[in-house]
């Protein structure tokens, strides 16, 4: 079972930016996927990005955030800029091998009005 660690949330006024790191414990392929999702309080969790063998954003982060990754460091990230009070949420980190998925223990992420 792979380990996934987070960091990098915390609070910040809106129009700010803040960027996630998600450390995985095993070497990752660049075909395998990581991505970034995020749960608001009494919300289903949503899928933010995520990149594989291709990469997505979400319609609602498009042009915001970035996901990136670097392999030689198992670790993929999440820059956001121009927060708004909507982005925030508890963010997750997962890690797609195959028909599993693992996920981080999250981090949150409050943007201040």
């Known amino acids: 079972q792979v380990q996934l660690v987070e960091s990098g949330g915390g609070l910040v006024q809106a129009g700010g930016s803040l960027r996630l790191s998600c450390a995985a414990s095993r070497t990752i392929l660049s075909f395998n996927t990581m991505g970034w999702y995020r749960q608001a309080p009494g919300e289903q969790r949503e899928l933010v990005a995520s990149?594989?063998?291709?990469?997505y954003y979400a319609d609602s982060v498009r042009g915001r955030f970035t996901i990136s990754r670097d392999n030689a460091k198992n670790t993929v990230y999440l820059q956001m800029n121009s927060l708004k009070p909507e982005d925030t949420a508890v963010y997750y980190c997962s890690l797609t091998i195959g028909l599993s998925t693992s996920w981080g223990q999250g981090t949150q992420v409050t943007v201040s009005s």
């Open positions: 990149r594989g063998g291709r990469t």
